[in-house]
């Protein structure tokens, strides 16, 4: 299992930058896959981006070229960089672990254990 805790969100105006951390305090963090997912108001809660254990990057389409994730094992640490935000990117943004990452495609665990509570960015116009 993993314990993981957001930060990093915040208020920023359309085209601005935030980093988003995800920090893993269980023993494991090194060999999950571990991905970023967000949700807006009234939405289903939507894939962002994923980064294997190996390091293997995907994306969501509407954040291509403007989003990226990254990993320091040595930190139990993921990251989200997000650049050249859009009002469209104001979502609750979560950090999950341990799914499984294969053939390009992501599953998520369902346990609520295997997710972050959960950081806001919300992206004015």
């Known amino acids: 299992q993993v314990q993981l805790v957001e930060s990093g969100g915040g208020l920023v105006q359309a085209g601005g930058s935030l980093r988003l951390s995800c920090a893993d305090s269980g023993i494991t963090f090194s060999i999950n896959n571990m991905a970023w997912y967000r949700q807006a108001p009234g939405k289903q809660r939507e894939f962002v981006a994923v980064i294997s254990r190996y390091g293997n990057t995907r994306y969501a389409d509407s954040v291509k070229g403007r989003f990226t994730i990254s990993r320091d094992n040595a930190k139990n640490t993921v990251y989200l960089q997000m650049n050249s935000l859009k009002p469209e990117d104001t979502a609750a943004y979560y950090c999950?672990?341990?799914?499984?990452?294969?053939?390009?495609?992501?599953?998520?665990?369902?346990?609520?254990?295997?997710w972050g509570q959960g950081t806001q960015v919300t992206v004015s116009s």
């Open positions: 999950t672990g341990g799914g499984i990452y294969s053939g390009g495609n992501y599953s998520p665990r369902t346990d609520k254990g295997y």
